[in-house]
């Protein structure tokens, strides 16, 4: 798959060089110096672009920017009519605090509602960026790690899905675009659990069901 990245940081810089690891053609673009994307682009064997040339050619494009930069990078993407976007931005403030929207809408909701010509899908909100690398490594073990994702588009979500697996993950459908009011609070809680709570920010999750054993 053609893979763009808009936001080349601790998200975006790790799922593009795990992606191109697992055989995607990735264009690392949006970072304030150059040198970055070029370093990122040299070490993954990928490109690097504007947003727009990110956007162009993808199957699929990876939103991975503070929430207070989404409306600037989405600006300069240039044409996203039917674009297949993931989305794991949480709608911080500027201190990554507290959510800037919630209960009633959610960050998801917002951007679909300013971009209804993309195709919209959030996951890997719930993931630390220093998970990626051991879920890659791990991938061939089993059970894999959860990751929930959820959207309206069904043809981005198997996208999403594909792209979740390929880091080592195994998708966990979580329903709508709406499900976003829920998750994005329970964004709060694994990072919560990854940076302030005892045990480093490796953090995984699998959710389970437990079935009542016959006498
Ligand atoms: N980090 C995590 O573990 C994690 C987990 C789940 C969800 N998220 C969400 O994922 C999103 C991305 O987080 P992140 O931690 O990857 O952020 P990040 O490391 O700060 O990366 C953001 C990227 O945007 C670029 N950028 C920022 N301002 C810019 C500007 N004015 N012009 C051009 N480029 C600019 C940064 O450039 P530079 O590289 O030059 O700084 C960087 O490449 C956020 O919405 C966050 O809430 C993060």
């Given amino acids: 798959m053609k893979i763009g990245i808009l936001g080349s940081g601790l998200m975006g810089g790790t799922l593009g060089t795990i992606w191109a690891m697992a055989g995607h053609e990735v264009t690392f673009s949006y970072a304030r110096t150059p040198g970055k994307l070029d370093r990122l682009a040299r070490g993954a064997g990928a490109r690097t672009g504007t947003p727009a040339e990110a956007v162009q050619t993808a199957d699929a494009v990876l939103l991975a920017v503070h929430w207070s930069r989404v409306e600037d990078v989405v600006s300069r993407a240039g044409d996203m009519d039917n674009t297949i976007v993931l989305n794991c931005c949480v709608p911080l403030d500027r201190q990554n605090r507290d959510l800037v929207v919630g209960t009633t809408t959610s960050g998801a909701e917002e951007l ?66 709406r499900t976003a009011r829920f998750v994005e609070p329970f964004a709060m809680v694994t990072a919560e659990l990854a940076y302030a709570q005892p045990g480093g920010p490796e953090l995984v999750y699998r959710f389970d069901r437990i079935h009542r054993h016959s006498e």
Avoid: Q, W
């Fill in 112 to 177: 679909a509602r300013l971009r209804p010509d993309v195709r919209f899908v959030s996951t890997f909100n719930t993931s630390p960026s220093e998970a990626l690398f051991n879920v890659f490594s791990a991938r061939d073990e089993s059970p894999r790690p959860h990751l929930l994702y959820y959207g309206d588009d069904a043809d981005a979500k198997a996208v999403a899905g594909r792209l979740i697996a390929d880091v080592g993950y195994e998708p966990l459908d979580a329903g709508p675009l």
